[in-house]
Protein backbone atom coordinates (compact mmCIF):
# COMPACT_ATOMS: atom_id res chain seq x y z
CA UNK A 1 0.00 0.00 0.00
CA UNK A 2 1.12 3.79 -1.18
CA UNK A 3 0.34 5.63 1.86
CA UNK A 4 -0.74 10.00 1.43
CA UNK A 5 2.86 11.04 1.74
CA UNK A 6 4.42 8.61 -0.60
CA UNK A 7 1.41 9.93 -3.41
CA UNK A 8 2.47 13.72 -3.09
CA UNK A 9 5.89 12.57 -3.58
CA UNK A 10 5.08 10.77 -6.82
CA UNK A 11 2.66 13.21 -8.27
CA UNK A 12 5.19 16.32 -7.34
CA UNK A 13 7.94 14.18 -9.15
CA UNK A 14 5.33 13.81 -12.24
CA UNK A 15 4.98 17.25 -12.29
CA UNK A 16 8.58 18.24 -11.82
CA UNK A 17 9.69 16.09 -15.10
CA UNK A 18 6.22 17.17 -16.68
CA UNK A 19 7.79 20.96 -16.72
CA UNK A 20 11.29 20.12 -17.64
CA UNK A 21 9.80 18.22 -20.75
CA UNK A 22 7.84 21.03 -21.67
CA UNK A 23 10.56 23.91 -20.94
CA UNK A 24 13.27 21.44 -23.27
CA UNK A 25 11.04 22.24 -25.94
CA UNK A 26 11.68 25.81 -26.27
CA UNK A 27 14.94 25.19 -27.25
CA UNK A 28 18.50 24.47 -26.09
CA UNK A 29 20.77 27.18 -24.82
CA UNK A 30 24.12 27.73 -26.37
CA UNK A 31 27.08 26.03 -24.86
CA UNK A 32 29.82 28.26 -23.78
CA UNK A 33 33.29 27.21 -25.48
CA UNK A 34 35.14 25.27 -22.37
CA UNK A 35 38.33 25.81 -24.07
CA UNK A 36 37.70 29.31 -23.97
CA UNK A 37 37.02 30.06 -20.56
CA UNK A 38 40.23 27.69 -19.43
CA UNK A 39 42.02 30.05 -21.42
CA UNK A 40 41.03 33.07 -19.79
CA UNK A 41 41.23 31.93 -16.48
CA UNK A 42 44.48 31.01 -17.38
CA UNK A 43 45.18 34.65 -18.49
CA UNK A 44 43.33 36.14 -15.63
CA UNK A 45 45.91 35.07 -13.17
CA UNK A 46 49.06 36.42 -15.26
CA UNK A 47 47.49 39.40 -15.78
CA UNK A 48 46.35 39.74 -11.56
CA UNK A 49 50.67 38.00 -11.36
CA UNK A 50 49.69 34.71 -9.74
CA UNK A 51 52.31 33.18 -11.22
CA UNK A 52 52.66 30.30 -9.56
CA UNK A 53 48.81 29.99 -9.32
CA UNK A 54 49.02 30.45 -13.08
CA UNK A 55 51.41 27.27 -13.63
CA UNK A 56 49.50 25.01 -11.99
CA UNK A 57 46.25 25.71 -14.33
CA UNK A 58 48.73 25.94 -17.48
CA UNK A 59 49.94 22.60 -16.24
CA UNK A 60 46.38 21.10 -15.86
CA UNK A 61 44.88 22.58 -19.01
CA UNK A 62 47.82 20.63 -21.28
CA UNK A 63 47.44 17.46 -19.19
CA UNK A 64 43.22 17.92 -19.92
CA UNK A 65 44.16 18.33 -23.45
CA UNK A 66 42.82 21.94 -23.11
CA UNK A 67 46.46 23.53 -24.07
CA UNK A 68 48.61 22.04 -27.20
CA UNK A 69 52.24 21.75 -26.30
CA UNK A 70 53.56 24.65 -28.16
CA UNK A 71 50.90 27.09 -26.10
CA UNK A 72 52.12 25.38 -23.21
CA UNK A 73 55.42 26.18 -23.70
CA UNK A 74 54.49 29.72 -24.23
CA UNK A 75 52.29 30.69 -21.58
CA UNK A 76 55.04 28.32 -19.02
CA UNK A 77 57.72 31.01 -20.57
CA UNK A 78 56.04 33.89 -19.27
CA UNK A 79 55.29 32.38 -16.32
CA UNK A 80 58.57 31.56 -15.09
CA UNK A 81 59.80 35.03 -16.48
CA UNK A 82 57.42 37.15 -14.48
CA UNK A 83 58.26 34.08 -10.78
CA UNK A 84 61.83 35.67 -11.55
CA UNK A 85 60.58 39.63 -11.54
CA UNK A 86 58.16 38.52 -7.95
CA UNK A 87 61.34 37.44 -6.79
CA UNK A 88 63.48 40.54 -7.59
CA UNK A 89 60.19 42.81 -6.89
CA UNK A 90 60.18 40.89 -3.09
CA UNK A 91 64.01 41.41 -2.61
CA UNK A 92 63.30 45.11 -3.25
CA UNK A 93 60.73 45.49 -1.23
CA UNK A 94 62.67 43.03 1.82
CA UNK A 95 59.87 41.16 1.98
CA UNK A 96 62.02 37.96 2.67
CA UNK A 97 59.53 35.73 3.61
CA UNK A 98 58.12 36.32 -0.18
CA UNK A 99 61.59 36.03 -1.65
CA UNK A 100 62.34 32.87 0.26
CA UNK A 101 58.53 31.66 -1.22
CA UNK A 102 59.63 32.45 -4.86
CA UNK A 103 63.42 31.51 -4.80
CA UNK A 104 62.23 27.75 -3.45
CA UNK A 105 60.07 27.61 -6.44
CA UNK A 106 62.99 29.38 -9.02
CA UNK A 107 64.70 25.95 -7.61
CA UNK A 108 61.94 23.29 -7.81
CA UNK A 109 61.77 24.35 -11.40
CA UNK A 110 64.92 24.29 -12.45
CA UNK A 111 64.61 28.00 -13.51
CA UNK A 112 68.65 29.35 -13.66
CA UNK A 113 68.92 31.29 -10.45
CA UNK A 114 68.94 35.00 -11.02
CA UNK A 115 71.56 37.05 -8.88
CA UNK A 116 70.93 37.04 -4.63
CA UNK A 117 68.52 34.17 -4.55
CA UNK A 118 70.76 32.24 -2.56
CA UNK A 119 68.33 31.16 0.26
CA UNK A 120 71.14 30.97 3.00
CA UNK A 121 71.83 34.35 2.19
CA UNK A 122 68.05 35.44 2.17
CA UNK A 123 67.54 33.57 5.88
CA UNK A 124 70.48 35.48 6.95
CA UNK A 125 68.86 38.95 6.35
CA UNK A 126 65.49 37.97 7.30
CA UNK A 127 66.97 36.79 11.06
CA UNK A 128 69.10 40.90 10.88
CA UNK A 129 65.08 41.84 10.45
CA UNK A 130 63.98 40.09 13.48
CA UNK A 131 67.35 41.49 15.19
CA UNK A 132 66.39 44.78 14.38
CA UNK A 133 62.50 44.42 15.33
CA UNK A 134 63.58 43.22 18.47
CA UNK A 135 61.49 39.56 17.95
CA UNK A 136 64.52 37.67 19.26
CA UNK A 137 62.55 34.64 19.99
CA UNK A 138 60.91 34.26 15.82
CA UNK A 139 64.74 34.72 15.21
CA UNK A 140 65.84 32.04 16.91
CA UNK A 141 63.23 29.85 15.84
CA UNK A 142 63.29 30.36 12.41
CA UNK A 143 67.20 29.75 13.13
CA UNK A 144 66.16 25.91 14.31
CA UNK A 145 64.50 25.73 11.24
CA UNK A 146 66.90 27.00 8.70
CA UNK A 147 69.61 24.72 10.58
CA UNK A 148 66.96 21.67 10.29
CA UNK A 149 66.21 22.36 6.66
CA UNK A 150 70.58 22.85 5.87
CA UNK A 151 70.03 26.31 4.20
CA UNK A 152 71.99 27.07 7.06
CA UNK A 153 74.84 26.24 9.19
CA UNK A 154 76.10 27.01 12.87
CA UNK A 155 79.06 28.92 11.64
CA UNK A 156 76.16 31.13 9.68
CA UNK A 157 74.79 31.76 13.08
CA UNK A 158 77.89 33.36 15.07
CA UNK A 159 75.97 36.75 15.30
CA UNK A 160 72.66 35.39 16.73
CA UNK A 161 74.35 33.28 19.36
CA UNK A 162 75.72 36.56 20.50
CA UNK A 163 72.81 38.70 20.42
CA UNK A 164 71.44 35.67 22.27
CA UNK A 165 74.09 35.95 25.22
CA UNK A 166 73.89 40.00 25.24
CA UNK A 167 69.94 39.92 25.30
CA UNK A 168 70.49 36.91 28.65
CA UNK A 169 69.19 34.37 26.10
CA UNK A 170 72.00 31.92 26.91
CA UNK A 171 69.75 28.71 26.78
CA UNK A 172 68.96 29.76 23.37
CA UNK A 173 72.45 30.92 22.30
CA UNK A 174 73.68 26.89 23.46
CA UNK A 175 70.77 26.04 21.08
CA UNK A 176 72.19 27.85 18.35
CA UNK A 177 75.57 25.99 18.62
CA UNK A 178 77.24 23.31 17.77
CA UNK A 179 78.29 21.81 20.94
CA UNK A 180 75.96 19.07 22.02
CA UNK A 181 74.00 19.76 25.33
CA UNK A 182 75.97 20.11 28.69
CA UNK A 183 75.47 16.48 29.89
CA UNK A 184 75.87 17.75 34.01
CA UNK A 185 73.10 20.46 33.45
CA UNK A 186 70.19 19.02 35.93
CA UNK A 187 66.41 20.10 36.22
CA UNK A 188 67.00 21.44 39.87
CA UNK A 189 70.10 24.11 38.70
CA UNK A 190 66.89 26.35 37.21
CA UNK A 191 63.89 25.32 39.37
CA UNK A 192 63.46 27.95 41.17
CA UNK A 193 63.29 30.23 37.50
CA UNK A 194 61.57 27.29 36.26
CA UNK A 195 58.03 27.42 38.62
CA UNK A 196 58.06 31.37 38.65
CA UNK A 197 57.54 31.26 35.32
CA UNK A 198 54.93 28.45 34.89
CA UNK A 199 51.71 30.09 35.15
CA UNK A 200 48.08 29.37 35.56
CA UNK A 201 45.42 30.57 32.89
CA UNK A 202 42.02 31.16 33.69
CA UNK A 203 39.55 32.08 30.99
CA UNK A 204 36.29 33.48 33.02
CA UNK A 205 33.22 32.43 30.55
CA UNK A 206 30.76 33.66 32.82
CA UNK A 207 27.69 32.37 34.53
CA UNK A 208 26.15 28.50 33.32
CA UNK A 209 22.60 27.61 33.63
CA UNK A 210 22.06 24.31 34.11
CA UNK A 211 18.82 22.85 35.49
CA UNK A 212 17.68 26.09 36.54
CA UNK A 213 20.71 27.38 38.56
CA UNK A 214 23.15 29.71 37.88
CA UNK A 215 27.04 28.31 38.13
CA UNK A 216 30.42 29.88 37.60
CA UNK A 217 32.09 28.83 34.08
CA UNK A 218 35.46 28.63 34.30
CA UNK A 219 38.37 27.17 32.10
CA UNK A 220 41.80 26.77 33.90
CA UNK A 221 44.84 25.43 32.55
CA UNK A 222 48.29 26.16 32.67
CA UNK A 223 50.89 28.46 30.36
CA UNK A 224 54.42 28.98 30.30
CA UNK A 225 57.19 32.36 29.40
CA UNK A 226 58.83 31.44 25.98
CA UNK A 227 59.75 35.49 25.85
CA UNK A 228 61.13 38.01 28.54
CA UNK A 229 59.15 40.55 27.53
CA UNK A 230 55.51 38.41 28.48
CA UNK A 231 54.70 36.35 25.91
CA UNK A 232 53.87 32.61 26.62
CA UNK A 233 52.81 29.46 25.12
CA UNK A 234 49.74 27.23 26.24
CA UNK A 235 46.58 25.06 24.91
CA UNK A 236 44.12 26.10 21.96
CA UNK A 237 41.58 24.10 23.81
CA UNK A 238 42.25 26.29 26.78
CA UNK A 239 41.54 29.75 25.46
CA UNK A 240 39.16 28.80 22.67
CA UNK A 241 36.59 31.14 23.26
CA UNK A 242 38.74 34.12 23.03
CA UNK A 243 39.22 33.61 19.57
CA UNK A 244 36.44 30.85 18.49
CA UNK A 245 33.48 32.87 15.87
CA UNK A 246 31.05 30.31 16.55
CA UNK A 247 31.47 31.07 20.63
CA UNK A 248 28.72 33.61 21.23
CA UNK A 249 29.60 34.06 25.51
CA UNK A 250 31.21 36.29 27.49
CA UNK A 251 34.65 35.35 27.55
CA UNK A 252 37.83 37.14 29.92
CA UNK A 253 41.80 35.96 29.81
CA UNK A 254 43.89 36.82 32.50
CA UNK A 255 46.96 34.75 34.53
CA UNK A 256 48.16 34.23 37.60
CA UNK A 257 51.52 34.19 38.46
CA UNK A 258 51.01 32.25 42.39
CA UNK A 259 48.41 31.16 44.38
CA UNK A 260 44.94 32.58 44.54
CA UNK A 261 45.92 35.44 46.55
CA UNK A 262 47.96 36.56 43.27
CA UNK A 263 46.69 39.25 41.45
CA UNK A 264 44.90 38.54 38.15
CA UNK A 265 46.91 39.64 35.20
CA UNK A 266 45.10 40.46 32.04
CA UNK A 267 46.35 38.87 28.95
CA UNK A 268 45.91 38.71 25.24
CA UNK A 269 45.40 35.85 22.44
CA UNK A 270 48.46 36.82 20.05
CA UNK A 271 48.50 33.88 17.40
CA UNK A 272 46.87 30.28 17.59
CA UNK A 273 46.58 27.03 15.85
CA UNK A 274 43.58 24.68 16.50
CA UNK A 275 45.20 21.64 13.82
CA UNK A 276 48.01 21.31 16.50
CA UNK A 277 46.70 22.59 19.83
CA UNK A 278 48.77 25.37 20.50
CA UNK A 279 48.48 29.43 21.26
CA UNK A 280 50.97 32.04 21.89
CA UNK A 281 49.40 35.07 24.66
CA UNK A 282 50.95 38.31 25.56
CA UNK A 283 50.96 39.57 29.40
CA UNK A 284 51.85 43.37 29.91
CA UNK A 285 54.55 42.19 32.23
CA UNK A 286 58.27 40.88 32.10
CA UNK A 287 60.00 38.00 33.32
CA UNK A 288 63.84 36.99 33.86
CA UNK A 289 63.78 33.00 33.04
CA UNK A 290 62.03 31.64 29.61
CA UNK A 291 62.03 28.09 28.72
CA UNK A 292 64.13 27.23 26.00
CA UNK A 293 64.01 24.08 23.64
CA UNK A 294 66.17 20.74 24.08
CA UNK A 295 68.82 20.41 21.58
CA UNK A 296 68.07 16.80 21.65
CA UNK A 297 64.84 14.55 21.15
CA UNK A 298 63.74 12.53 24.16
CA UNK A 299 64.51 8.95 23.82
CA UNK A 300 61.90 5.96 25.28
CA UNK A 301 62.31 5.40 28.86
CA UNK A 302 64.05 9.15 29.66
CA UNK A 303 62.71 10.59 32.74
CA UNK A 304 60.61 13.95 31.89
CA UNK A 305 58.65 16.30 33.95
CA UNK A 306 55.84 18.12 33.88
CA UNK A 307 54.37 21.07 35.46
CA UNK A 308 50.96 23.14 35.86
CA UNK A 309 47.87 23.53 38.00
CA UNK A 310 45.97 20.64 37.91
CA UNK A 311 42.73 20.95 39.87
CA UNK A 312 43.87 25.16 40.03
CA UNK A 313 46.58 23.50 42.82
CA UNK A 314 49.58 26.07 40.89
CA UNK A 315 52.84 25.30 40.52
CA UNK A 316 52.76 21.37 40.92
CA UNK A 317 55.73 19.72 39.31
CA UNK A 318 55.11 15.67 38.91
CA UNK A 319 58.06 13.04 36.64
CA UNK A 320 57.68 9.97 34.70
CA UNK A 321 59.15 8.50 31.69
CA UNK A 322 58.40 8.45 27.78
CA UNK A 323 55.96 5.35 26.72
CA UNK A 324 56.17 6.32 22.91
CA UNK A 325 56.62 8.45 20.34
CA UNK A 326 54.95 9.03 17.16
CA UNK A 327 51.34 8.64 18.41
CA UNK A 328 49.36 9.51 15.81
CA UNK A 329 46.79 11.62 17.63
CA UNK A 330 47.07 14.99 15.61
CA UNK A 331 45.95 16.43 12.72
CA UNK A 332 49.26 17.15 11.55
CA UNK A 333 52.39 15.28 12.95
CA UNK A 334 52.64 12.68 15.81
CA UNK A 335 52.42 13.43 19.82
CA UNK A 336 54.06 11.93 22.64
CA UNK A 337 52.99 9.67 25.09
CA UNK A 338 53.92 9.79 28.85
CA UNK A 339 52.97 8.23 32.28
CA UNK A 340 53.90 11.76 33.74
CA UNK A 341 50.60 12.24 35.97
CA UNK A 342 48.61 14.67 34.29
CA UNK A 343 44.62 16.39 35.12
CA UNK A 344 42.40 18.99 34.43
CA UNK A 345 44.60 22.04 34.49
CA UNK A 346 47.79 20.74 33.27
CA UNK A 347 46.90 21.78 30.04
CA UNK A 348 49.24 23.89 28.17
CA UNK A 349 52.06 23.12 30.54
CA UNK A 350 55.73 22.81 30.02
CA UNK A 351 57.17 18.90 29.61
CA UNK A 352 60.82 19.39 30.55
CA UNK A 353 63.72 16.64 30.25
CA UNK A 354 66.21 16.26 32.82
CA UNK A 355 68.14 19.39 31.89
CA UNK A 356 65.21 21.52 32.58
CA UNK A 357 64.70 22.06 28.52
CA UNK A 358 61.61 22.04 26.99
CA UNK A 359 60.26 19.30 24.92
CA UNK A 360 56.32 19.45 24.74
CA UNK A 361 53.80 20.68 25.71
CA UNK A 362 51.14 18.65 27.52
CA UNK A 363 47.72 18.41 25.38
CA UNK A 364 45.55 15.60 26.90
CA UNK A 365 44.99 12.52 28.85
CA UNK A 366 42.61 9.84 28.65
CA UNK A 367 40.24 9.82 31.36
CA UNK A 368 39.98 6.94 33.52
CA UNK A 369 43.06 5.40 32.31
CA UNK A 370 45.78 6.94 34.72
CA UNK A 371 49.29 6.99 32.91
CA UNK A 372 48.05 7.29 29.23
CA UNK A 373 48.81 11.22 28.84
CA UNK A 374 50.34 13.09 25.59
CA UNK A 375 52.14 15.88 24.68
CA UNK A 376 52.63 18.03 21.39
CA UNK A 377 56.32 17.58 21.08
CA UNK A 378 58.60 21.14 20.97
CA UNK A 379 59.57 20.77 17.24
CA UNK A 380 55.82 21.20 16.22
CA UNK A 381 55.93 24.67 18.34
CA UNK A 382 58.94 25.86 16.92
CA UNK A 383 57.70 25.23 13.21
CA UNK A 384 54.65 27.45 13.73
CA UNK A 385 55.95 29.83 16.52
CA UNK A 386 56.97 32.83 14.26
CA UNK A 387 53.53 32.86 12.32
CA UNK A 388 52.03 33.10 15.85
CA UNK A 389 53.95 36.23 16.47
CA UNK A 390 52.60 37.59 13.41
CA UNK A 391 49.19 37.40 15.24
CA UNK A 392 46.14 35.88 14.27
CA UNK A 393 45.54 32.12 13.19
CA UNK A 394 47.71 29.52 12.32
CA UNK A 395 47.15 28.13 8.25
CA UNK A 396 48.33 25.19 7.42
CA UNK A 397 48.42 24.05 3.70
CA UNK A 398 47.30 21.07 2.41
CA UNK A 399 46.93 19.21 -1.51
CA UNK A 400 43.77 17.93 -0.40
CA UNK A 401 44.30 14.01 -0.70
CA UNK A 402 43.70 10.99 1.82
CA UNK A 403 46.09 8.68 1.88
CA UNK A 404 46.69 5.01 3.07
CA UNK A 405 49.64 4.11 4.64
CA UNK A 406 50.70 0.44 4.49
CA UNK A 407 54.25 -1.53 3.80
CA UNK A 408 54.16 -1.29 -0.13
CA UNK A 409 53.79 3.14 0.77
CA UNK A 410 51.08 5.92 0.75
CA UNK A 411 48.24 5.36 -1.79
CA UNK A 412 45.92 7.49 -2.63
CA UNK A 413 42.05 7.00 -1.38
CA UNK A 414 40.53 10.60 -2.08
CA UNK A 415 40.95 14.41 -3.69
CA UNK A 416 38.93 16.76 -2.09
CA UNK A 417 37.01 18.36 -4.37
CA UNK A 418 38.36 21.71 -5.43
CA UNK A 419 41.63 21.05 -4.11
CA UNK A 420 45.30 20.53 -5.65
CA UNK A 421 45.25 16.88 -5.48
CA UNK A 422 41.41 17.14 -7.39
CA UNK A 423 42.65 19.69 -9.66
CA UNK A 424 45.77 17.61 -10.80
CA UNK A 425 43.55 14.43 -11.13
CA UNK A 426 45.22 12.24 -8.56
CA UNK A 427 43.26 8.91 -8.63
CA UNK A 428 42.86 6.66 -6.39
CA UNK A 429 45.26 4.11 -5.99
CA UNK A 430 47.78 6.88 -6.96
CA UNK A 431 51.06 6.24 -4.64
CA UNK A 432 53.02 9.17 -3.68
CA UNK A 433 56.98 8.75 -4.05
CA UNK A 434 58.11 12.52 -3.04
CA UNK A 435 57.46 15.95 -2.03
CA UNK A 436 60.03 18.48 -2.79
CA UNK A 437 62.32 15.63 -3.82
CA UNK A 438 62.17 14.02 -0.32
CA UNK A 439 61.31 10.44 -0.56
CA UNK A 440 57.84 9.52 1.49
CA UNK A 441 56.49 6.47 2.86
CA UNK A 442 55.07 7.29 6.00
CA UNK A 443 52.28 10.03 6.89
CA UNK A 444 54.62 11.66 9.62
CA UNK A 445 57.28 11.97 6.60
CA UNK A 446 54.78 14.32 4.54
CA UNK A 447 53.78 16.07 7.96
CA UNK A 448 56.80 17.54 8.79
CA UNK A 449 57.71 18.41 5.27
CA UNK A 450 54.23 20.37 5.10
CA UNK A 451 54.36 21.90 8.21
CA UNK A 452 56.89 23.97 7.56
CA UNK A 453 54.90 24.95 4.34
CA UNK A 454 52.43 27.73 3.82
CA UNK A 455 49.21 28.19 1.63
CA UNK A 456 50.44 29.37 -1.36
CA UNK A 457 53.67 27.91 -1.87
CA UNK A 458 54.62 25.75 -4.85
CA UNK A 459 55.68 22.07 -4.25
CA UNK A 460 56.88 19.32 -6.71
CA UNK A 461 54.91 16.23 -5.84
CA UNK A 462 56.12 12.67 -7.85
CA UNK A 463 53.56 9.72 -8.29
CA UNK A 464 53.40 6.39 -9.44
CA UNK A 465 50.06 6.08 -11.64
CA UNK A 466 47.76 2.62 -11.47
CA UNK A 467 49.76 1.68 -14.48
CA UNK A 468 53.16 2.16 -12.99
CA UNK A 469 54.24 4.91 -14.98
CA UNK A 470 55.58 8.04 -12.68
CA UNK A 471 54.40 12.06 -13.01
CA UNK A 472 55.73 15.15 -11.49
CA UNK A 473 53.22 17.47 -10.53
CA UNK A 474 53.52 20.65 -9.38
CA UNK A 475 50.75 21.91 -7.10
CA UNK A 476 49.96 25.26 -5.34
CA UNK A 477 49.23 24.75 -1.75
CA UNK A 478 45.86 25.55 -0.21
CA UNK A 479 44.47 26.94 3.05
CA UNK A 480 44.01 23.64 5.36
CA UNK A 481 40.13 23.09 6.58
CA UNK A 482 39.71 22.91 10.04
CA UNK A 483 38.28 19.41 9.54
CA UNK A 484 38.30 17.80 5.66
CA UNK A 485 35.82 15.59 6.85
CA UNK A 486 33.80 17.92 7.53
CA UNK A 487 34.16 20.63 5.40
CA UNK A 488 33.52 17.87 2.40
CA UNK A 489 30.19 16.30 3.95
CA UNK A 490 28.98 19.90 3.85
CA UNK A 491 29.44 19.61 -0.02
CA UNK A 492 27.56 16.53 0.08
CA UNK A 493 30.40 14.15 -0.52
CA UNK A 494 28.44 11.84 1.68
CA UNK A 495 29.23 8.62 -0.01
CA UNK A 496 32.48 9.63 -1.35
CA UNK A 497 34.09 9.69 2.25
CA UNK A 498 33.00 5.72 2.73
CA UNK A 499 36.36 4.78 0.79
CA UNK A 500 38.83 7.50 2.92
CA UNK A 501 36.88 7.29 6.58
CA UNK A 502 36.21 3.08 6.76
CA UNK A 503 38.58 2.18 3.87
CA UNK A 504 36.21 0.64 1.23
CA UNK A 505 35.18 1.32 -2.18
CA UNK A 506 31.25 0.76 -2.54
CA UNK A 507 29.66 0.64 -5.73
CA UNK A 508 25.94 1.29 -6.32
CA UNK A 509 23.63 -1.75 -7.60
CA UNK A 510 20.11 -0.89 -7.44
CA UNK A 511 17.96 1.88 -5.81
CA UNK A 512 14.11 2.41 -5.18
CA UNK A 513 12.13 5.19 -4.44
CA UNK A 514 13.02 4.47 -0.53
CA UNK A 515 16.50 2.82 -0.54
CA UNK A 516 19.67 2.17 -2.54
CA UNK A 517 21.65 -1.16 -2.54
CA UNK A 518 25.37 -1.17 -2.84
CA UNK A 519 28.30 -3.77 -3.01
CA UNK A 520 31.96 -3.25 -1.60
CA UNK A 521 34.04 -3.55 -3.86
CA UNK A 522 37.64 -3.43 -2.40
CA UNK A 523 38.78 -3.49 1.31
CA UNK A 524 41.91 -2.01 2.43
CA UNK A 525 44.45 -3.98 4.69
CA UNK A 526 43.99 -2.27 8.57
CA UNK A 527 41.48 0.24 7.81
CA UNK A 528 37.83 0.06 9.83
CA UNK A 529 36.27 -2.10 7.21
CA UNK A 530 38.75 -4.65 7.19
CA UNK A 531 39.30 -4.67 11.20
CA UNK A 532 35.07 -5.66 10.95
CA UNK A 533 35.24 -8.24 8.79
CA UNK A 534 33.80 -6.57 5.56
CA UNK A 535 35.36 -8.04 2.46
CA UNK A 536 34.50 -8.14 -1.43
CA UNK A 537 31.66 -8.48 -2.96
CA UNK A 538 29.89 -8.25 0.43
CA UNK A 539 26.09 -6.92 -0.76
CA UNK A 540 24.58 -3.89 1.35
CA UNK A 541 21.42 -1.26 1.99
CA UNK A 542 22.70 2.00 2.73
CA UNK A 543 21.13 3.45 6.07
CA UNK A 544 22.88 6.62 6.17
CA UNK A 545 26.19 8.40 7.23
CA UNK A 546 25.78 10.50 10.11
CA UNK A 547 29.01 13.16 11.02
CA UNK A 548 29.25 14.23 14.79
CA UNK A 549 31.34 17.36 14.69
CA UNK A 550 31.58 17.42 19.07
CA UNK A 551 32.32 13.72 19.56
CA UNK A 552 34.06 14.48 16.11
CA UNK A 553 32.93 10.81 14.62
CA UNK A 554 31.59 9.39 11.79
CA UNK A 555 29.04 6.36 12.04
CA UNK A 556 28.16 4.50 9.06
CA UNK A 557 24.62 2.11 9.24
CA UNK A 558 23.88 -0.88 6.79
CA UNK A 559 22.60 -3.44 6.52
CA UNK A 560 24.57 -6.25 5.38
CA UNK A 561 25.09 -9.74 4.26
CA UNK A 562 28.63 -10.38 4.85
CA UNK A 563 30.46 -13.01 3.15
CA UNK A 564 32.63 -14.10 5.73
CA UNK A 565 29.01 -14.56 8.07
CA UNK A 566 27.74 -16.93 5.28
CA UNK A 567 25.66 -13.99 3.92
CA UNK A 568 23.35 -13.87 6.89
CA UNK A 569 21.78 -10.10 6.78
CA UNK A 570 22.66 -8.18 9.76
CA UNK A 571 22.42 -4.72 10.51
CA UNK A 572 25.68 -3.03 11.81
CA UNK A 573 27.34 0.82 12.18
CA UNK A 574 31.00 1.18 11.60
CA UNK A 575 32.64 4.16 13.56
CA UNK A 576 35.80 6.41 12.49
CA UNK A 577 37.27 9.61 13.85
CA UNK A 578 37.30 12.21 11.81
CA UNK A 579 40.12 14.24 13.05
CA UNK A 580 43.12 12.53 11.45
CA UNK A 581 46.18 12.55 10.16
CA UNK A 582 46.07 11.21 6.83
CA UNK A 583 44.17 13.99 4.98
CA UNK A 584 47.23 15.97 3.67
Given amino acids: ?66 LRKDEHGSYRAEIDEMIIDEFSEALEKSDYPGALRYSKAIELLGINLPEGSDRGIIYRNLLDELLRNNMLIPAFAEASEALASGVLSYEDLDFLREAARNSGYTAWSEYLSAE ?39 VIGSGFFIDKTGYLITNYHVIASEVDPEYEGYSRLFIRRGDSRSPRIPARVVGWDPILDLALLKAEINTDYVFSPGKDLPRLGETIYAIGSPGGLEKTITSGIVSATERR ?93 DNAEIEEGYRLLSINGQAVTK ?142
Wanted: glycine letters at 8%; a negative charge; hydrophobic letters at 40%.
Fill in 1 to 66: MINVQQRKFVFLLFVTLLLFSCASKSGTPELPDVRELNIQELQRLIDEREPLMALETADTLLKRGI
Fill in 180 to 218: PAAADATIGQDLPGIIDSTVTIWVNRGIRIQSGMGYPDR
Fill in 329 to 421: LLQLGEAMQIDVPVNQGNSGGPLLNEQGRLVGVVFAGIEFFEGINFAVPVYWLQAILTEMYGEGEVKHPWIGTALHEDRNGLTNLYAAPGSPA
Fill in 443 to 584: LREINAILVRERPGNLVKTEWEKNDGSRESIYMVLQKRPHSPVLEAHKRGAEKDLVLPLFGMRIQETGATLWEKSYVVEKVYPGSVADETGLSPNDPFYWRGLKIDSERKIALLRMVIKKRKAGFLESSIQLGAYIDVDYFI
